[in-house]
Structures are given as C-alpha cells and as structure tokens.
C-alpha cells in the first residue's frame, strides 16, 4: 500500500511529556499537511510544508508545538509539555505538485490521549 | 476568514434510498473550491467529490451527486441508491483557489438501516 502512512496509531502519554508523532507521505508529493481532530468535530488545519519549507502555520500551532520536514519526505509533529487539551486525533495528509485540484490525501491518524 | 457550516449532526437513511446533507460556507473569495470527505469508522478520510467555484454545473461521481448554489454559497450532498458501506462521517471542506489548508464542518454522521 502507497498511501500515507502515520506511526504510532496510537499514544497514550502522562500530562507534561513530550510526543513525536510521524507522517509518510505518498511518494512524490511535494506537500505535506498536518491537522488536528477532536472528538466529534472536523479537522482544523495546524500547518503546511511545499517540500521541506515550512509555509503555513496556524495559530493553533502554540509554541509547544513544532513540525519538521528536514529532506522534504517524511515529516515529525513533536509536542512538548502535553497538556489534556492536547488530547485528539492528529491527521497526516499529502498532495501532489498538481496545482488545479491540490486534492490531499489522508493518512489514519494517530490518536493522543494525555492522563 | 472562511467558515463552514454543517447543520445536520446526524442523517438516517434507508438501504436504497436517498439522502442529502447540507453545507454552508462563508467567503468572500470569488474562486475557490468545495469538497465532500467521508470519515468511515476508525479508516482515513477519503474525498468523495469536489467542486470548482467556477463550474455552474453541478459535480457528480457515480451514486453521489452535488447540489452547488454560489449566490446562495451552500453546497449540499447528495447520495442516491445508499449502502451499508455509505455509513460514515461526512465532511464539507473548502479550500481557497490560491491556497492550501482544507477548512472543514463539523461532520455529519450517516447512518444506513438495512
């Protein structure tokens, strides 16, 4: 299966630890979403990475919170200092260089609860 | 900044049916583009159909067809002929044409009664 990929599914945490999650995108998609999921509601967009540039950041993306894309592949989302209301579904998406739909494709999630 | 609103938390269909979900968003952009996602449960999110803010006419993917009312800026979503495997979450999304981030409802959940 080629799609895109996040480890771990799932992550259980003690409040004030740190959490790295990663996301594989599918090969040779130049974009890279993340967006976060609570319980019963839509995804809310956090940030956006063209190759290994950093372009987009919400201001959900707090200070504890920080992504990277060093080689423009796989991608880390690391939160610091969790906190409950950390707690959610963090979703992975990619597209492709194609610029007219920009369709993205999502990855299963990987799922925080923070005791 | 762009909002999108989906009033219905919850639809039930039967098997065969057909049902509409309803999407309203705000924007004062004049080109952009809508979609469907569907969530089933504990699998990704896939996209289900899109449409572009430009087309008069209405996107259609096989059992699955959109009702795209600009002025109004609703854009509902029609299933025709529903299967158990239609049962999922269902998301509206919008997305800006020169931009990137998917903004998104707040779902509504399909449930189909054999």
């Known amino acids: 299966d080629t799609g895109v990929s996040q480890n771990p599914r799932h992550k259980i945490t003690k409040r004030g630890q740190n959490v790295t999650f990663r996301c594989d995108p599918i090969?040779?998609?130049?974009?890279l979403y993340w967006y976060r999921q609570t319980l019963g509601q839509g995804p809310e967009f956090l940030t956006y990475?063209?190759?290994?540039?950093?372009?987009?950041k919400s201001r959900l993306l707090s200070d504890r919170f920080s992504a990277e894309r060093p080689k423009g592949s796989f991608s880390t989302l690391e939160i610091q200092r969790t906190e409950q209301g950390d707690s959610a579904m963090y979703l992975c998406a990619s597209s492709p260089p194609d610029r007219i739909y920009n369709e993205q494709f999502f990855g299963p999630g990987t799922r925080l609860t923070v005791l | 900044a762009q909002t999108v609103t989906q009033s219905q938390p919850e639809m039930s269909v039967q098997e065969a049916e057909t049902v509409t979900l309803s999407c309203t968003y705000d924007?004062?952009?004049?080109?952009?583009?809508l979609f469907w996602y569907k969530q089933p449960p504990s699998r990704q999110m896939i996209l289900v159909i899109r449409q572009e803010a430009y087309k008069q006419q209405n996107a259609t993917e096989n059992r699955f067809s959109v009702n795209f009312q600009k002025a109004a800026k609703s854009f509902s979503l029609k299933i025709s002929d529903s299967q158990l495997g239609d049962a999922a979450m269902y998301f509206c999304?919008?997305?800006?044409?020169?931009?990137?981030?998917?903004?998104f409802g707040g779902g509504t959940r399909v449930l189909v009664k054999p």
């Open positions: 924007t004062s952009e004049s080109d952009y583009y």
């Open positions: 999304a919008y997305r800006k044409a020169a931009g990137n981030k998917l903004t």
């Open positions: 990475f063209q190759n290994e540039a950093q372009l987009e």
């Open positions: 090969s040779e998609h130049n974009r």
